[in-house]
């Protein structure tokens, strides 16, 4: 694939493999857990890498090698391996890079399942991890350690829309030790709007789920980098620590959805920033976060890292809690769900949903107020959208 072509034909056309046996236009599906071997000594090679060729799923798939080569070119990477979950692809990348006896520094904003792991899980194994601001560089700085094989971080964050400065972080990661690696969760933003490896990043991991996806039908992930460090992942991280691995059904509806990545992000982000725009001006609103407003703290760095601000937002109406969930609760089209991404617009309770993870006092620690009330702008027609929240507001 030319690199010179644009995002919508490489999310369309990149990694494709010519079907030469029927000429098929859509990639087929590899339903298959095994690959049969000509010969004992053929399997062999393959297992011992000396000849290409499928040995078994959880090493690769043709459906699945097809998506990796796509969201490898999409995210400017070497290469790619395809998994299960977003939690998947976090997992197996994390327990690729740390063991006992190593540090990660971590954003304290985090999906609720992220910072889970990283407080609760890894540490269990002798992993040490202290939880930062990452937009403060001198936070980061002093506790950059000699044991410190990691900076794992979101941007924008979930579900604060937090923004951190890439480029600035891997600058000042990367002096310490080069070997650092600078981990980006890429989940809100998609490769559409942002690319953490050209931004100095070393590994950009997804939930596509979310935007790759778009549809609400699949759950998976993915981890991008450098060849020699996705091999890594995938012949330990993922092949014997998580076992994460993407059926190949997923990674054909994937395959589908990824084609219209671009022109569904155009629209989550229209529909974003208007319903923002409408919920800065309104009465009932206490707390808007939206890169996209001139007054987010982040607004300037998005504005240079981030092609558009998203299709995310989160926000606290007067009243706290209660109200918020009145206000929730008082929604008709707009549908009460975790996740996002998706042509649907969803609407969710961070506190008690997807960061219930977290206790109150790391809440309070991350910025995740009692009652913020997290949106995911979906596809349907912005002015809908407002109505709908507008008729919730007088509810309040
Ligand atoms: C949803 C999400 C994840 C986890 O992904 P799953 O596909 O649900 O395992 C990780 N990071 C972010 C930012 C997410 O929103």
Redesign the pocket.
Known sequence: MQKEFGFGTKSIHAGNVKDTQYGALSTPIFQSSTFIFDSCEQGGRRFAGAENGYIYTRLGNPTTSVLESKIAALEGGEACLATA??????SSCLWTIAGAGKHIIADGT??G??FALLNHGVTRYGVEVDFIDTSDLDALRAHLKDNTVAVYL?TP??PTLKITDISAVAEVAHAYNPEIKVVC?N??ASPALQNPLALGADVV??????YLNGHGDV???FVVGKADFIQQVRMFGLKDMTGAVMDPFAAWLLLRGLKTLELRMARHCENAAKIAAFLAQHPAVEKINYPGLPTHKGHDVAARQMKDFGGMLSFEVRGGKAAGMKLVNSLKLITVAV??GDAESLIEHPASM?HSTYSEEELREAGIAPGLIRLSAGLENAEDLIADLAQAMENL
């Open positions: 979950s977003g939690m998947g692809a976090i985090l999906y399942c992220t979101e964050a979930n969760d989940t809100f991991v997804h939930s596509a789920t979310k759950v998976a992930g996740s996002l997807t």
